[in-house]
């Protein structure tokens, strides 16, 4: 203990003494948590939509004023010509085209139907299909008020109907904020562990000091421990701070579930990703290396983890990567435990992934090292 004690304080020293570490471990995590949600956000709104009426109706001055007060779309154009809005989305001024035929209204009152026309710019594929989605809701809406209208529902209606009420559960306002914070913040906790870790073992390699290191009679366990203890308690603070001040003061996001069980997997799982860190220094010669192959598999990490896409929806090869990435287990249970105040029954099987892969890579990191060094 008193070796490590030592170890810990050069540590220590090391990272404090380097003004440009320290706005890396604590400043830049809790910018980009307070700006990444704000941003991360799926919710397709201000939609660009140009009108083309060619009836000038007071039915289609109704419909056209539905779609302004819906809150989705804006107002890119309204054009004489299809022609003239179709220029409106080649100059990406519009999202969609929204053409109201002649006798709109007339056909609606004698012949009980009418068709408009609809054309959207399918580059953005989500935009697109969100944005007809609401388009359709909003004249399926226009129409059911019409029915109205025209037709005096009866007292007792002779058909079978299905009133259908929703329940939101966990997220009741479905505020996406709430959705996106403890994915943010579990992919920040995961760059600081396998970024830094890394960096800080190969430091040592490119100043000449690891040679020195290696013929004192320290341990190798402890200058291991001497190197991930100081890097998990930064994680362990960053943490803190992000969930408990950030998340809450700023986003209102209170965790439901145990803290303790929450701290116990986050523990498990920064020994698994500074784990990570080690094991890529064993490979690395150089910094930059090290700075590469994090950042590929940071990359990897992030993106197959289901924090911006489902991984329901990803195809079979995808879901076996989603599997074993430690990521992908960290944001379901801070969802779980944060949102829905799962239990240790909830997450058990994560945390038998995660022990085991904390195990597996830490093993293999230490052995690789012996063999280098």
């Known amino acids: 203990m008193r070796t490590i004690r030592f170890l810990l304080q050069k ?41 083309v009426d060619h009836d000038h109706s007071m039915y289609s001055q109704q419909l ?11 107002l890119a154009g309204y054009e004489t010509s299809y022609a003239n809005a179709d220029k409106l989305i080649e100059n990406d001024k519009a999202d969609l085209i ?14 009980n139907q009418q068709q408009v026309f609809i054309a959207v710019n399918a580059i953005n594929g989500v935009k697109a299909s969100l944005g007809s989605a609401y388009l359709n809701n909003i004249l399926m809406d226009y129409n059911s008020d019409l029915r109205l209208q025209w037709i005096r529902p009866e007292r007792y209606n002779p058909a079978p109907v299905i009133e259908i009420t929703s329940s939101n559960w966990f997220n009741p306002f ?4 709430f959705f996106m914070v403890p994915g943010i913040l579990a992919v920040l906790i995961t760059m600081i562990g396998s970024y830094m870790c890394a960096l800080n073992i190969v430091k040592e390699k490119e100043v000449g000091t690891i040679e020195q290191i290696n013929v004192t009679p320290i341990r190798k366990i402890h200058f291991i421990l001497g190197k991930l203890i100081p890097f998990w308690l930064i994680g362990i603070f960053v943490f803190t701070f992000g969930l408990f001040v950030i998340a809450r003061f700023i986003y209102g996001i209170i965790p439901l579930g145990n803290i303790l069980l929450l701290y116990g997997f986050l523990s498990i799982y920064l020994i698994a990703l500074l784990g990570f860190g080690l ?15 994090a950042f590929f598999f940071v990359m990897i990490f992030m993106l197959m983890s289901g924090l911006f896409t489902s991984i329901d929806s990803m195809p079979e090869w995808a879901k076996t990567i989603a599997r074993c990435n430690p990521v992908t287990y960290f ?9 829905k105040g799962s239990g240790f029954k909830d997450i058990r099987t994560h945390f038998i992934i995660i022990t085991l892969f904390a195990a597996g890579i830490n093993g293999w990191a230490v052995l690789n090292y012996k063999k280098t060094n």
């Open 64 to 74: 056209i004023s539905k779609i302004g007060s819906s809150g989705y779309f804006k």
């Open 174 to 177: 479905m505020n996406y904020k």
């Open 279 to 293: 094991l890529i220094s064993t490979y690395s010669e150089t910094q930059q290396q090290a700075m590469s192959i």
């Open 11 to 51: 540590e220590f020293k090391q990272i404090f003494r380097n003004k440009a570490l320290l706005p890396l471990l604590f400043v830049l995590p809790i910018v980009q948590l307070i700006i990444l949600p704000l941003a991360a956000d799926y919710e397709i709104k201000n939609i660009s939509v140009a009108i």
């Open 331 to 339: 944001i379901d249970v801070m969802r779980m435990i944060v949102l």
């Open 98 to 111: 929204l053409e109201i035929p002649t006798g709109f209204e007339k056909n609606l009152v004698r012949e």
